[in-house]
């Protein structure tokens, strides 16, 4: 099993970026796909999560309206729009599966990927 994210980089606030998962080694179409986050002394945050089916989407409030998640089932890819960028959106992100019940808490998750750092000045 395999996730890689990437997408990351420095980013002035109100700007956007795309953060990508590229997975490979488990059937994807049965997997929920989430993002966390993680910034330097903070404990690792759920930021979204959508359906293996795509059809339901969840987000935590501080990225309502700003941030998208989408996947990509032929490709075996999930995605996370991130627009309008706030330098508190600055942190590790890291994307996960899960199968079953989709939980936006990090214990529940399945698999795990390495982060992708985004960092957003000022």
């Known amino acids: 099993v395999q996730l890689q994210a990437s997408g990351g980089g420095l980013v002035q606030a109100g700007n956007s970026l795309r953060l990508s998962c590229e997975t490979s080694?488990?059937?994807?179409?049965?997997?929920?796909i989430c993002w966390f986050r993680q910034a330097p002394g903070k404990e690792r945050e759920g930021v979204s999560c959508?359906?293996?089916?795509?059809?339901?989407?969840y987000y935590t409030d501080s990225v309502q309206d700003r941030f998208t998640i989408s996947r990509d089932n032929a490709k075996k890819t999930g995605y996370l729009q991130m627009d309008s960028l706030k330098t508190e959106d600055s942190a590790v992100y890291y994307c996960s599966v899960l199968k079953g019940v989709v939980s936006m808490r990090a214990r529940d998750m399945d698999f795990w990927g390495k982060g992708t750092l985004v960092t957003v000045s000022s």
């Open positions: 080694g488990f059937t994807f179409d049965d997997y929920a």
């Open positions: 959508i359906t293996s089916s795509g059809d339901n989407r």
